[in-house]
């Protein structure tokens, strides 16, 4: 059995690639595993603890880093999101693709860490930044220091996505799920034993 492929899906805050995620996992014929971040962030009305986060204290997360359990991590509007390593792993030598939806500081660990065969890279890029805007705004769970640090920092990172194999514009929500999924079932194709 081949091990899995690392599927990367990153971009700017509240591009949507949580709403994108739950539906590509939807596919089964992807042999995807969804892999839980942990995070010191609160947790929010709709998430579940080890279904969206593994909702950890500030010093349990340091103790992560300390001990090199996570294969990427980062600090965004003081909360702190990281990928377990053992956890990745043990789901690759099962034959799964783990599927990270990450912030761009923690995909370029990852890019730096794994051979790109084992990883496939993509961005997901708003239409535009006034749509980007309109969809932070419309959440409505943070306040408008938060919203400003968020789209100062998304204005950065829309410049990086040329660091990813594939980008794709969320400007119909089934269109791009149609081709993130078409973008992993082929990279699935190449990654057959032979």
């Known amino acids: 059995m081949k ?8 971009g700017p805050s509240g591009v949507g690639k949580g709403t ?14 969804y892999s839980i971040s942990m995070t010191t962030r609160p947790m929010r009305i709709h998430e579940e603890e080890g279904k969206d986060y593994f909702f950890v204290s500030p010093e349990r997360f340091q103790q992560a880093i300390n001990q090199n359990e996570l294969i990427e991590w980062a600090e965004f509007v003081g909360n702190r999101y990281g990928t377990p390593q053992v956890y990745v792993e043990k789901l690759r030598n099962e034959g799964k693709n783990v599927f990270l939806e990450i912030e761009i500081d923690g995909a370029s660990q990852v890019i730096n860490k794994y051979a790109s065969s084992d990883l496939i890279t993509i961005f997901l890029m ?21 919203i400003l640090q968020r789209l100062n920092k998304a204005q950065r990172e829309m410049s990086l996505y040329k660091h990813y194999q594939y980008v794709v514009v969320n ?12 973008i992993i079932s082929q990279r699935m194709t190449l990654n057959q034993p032979s």
């Open 20 to 33: 994108l995620r739950k539906r590509i996992m939807e596919e089964s014929s992807l042999c995807l595993a």
């Open 126 to 146: 708003p239409p535009s930044f006034d749509d980007l805007e309109s969809r932070i705004r419309k959440r409505q769970t943070e306040t408008e220091e938060v």
């Open 3 to 10: 091990r899995g492929l690392i599927v990367i899906l990153s």
């Open 171 to 182: 400007d119909k929500i089934d269109r791009a799920v149609d081709e993130i999924i078409h």
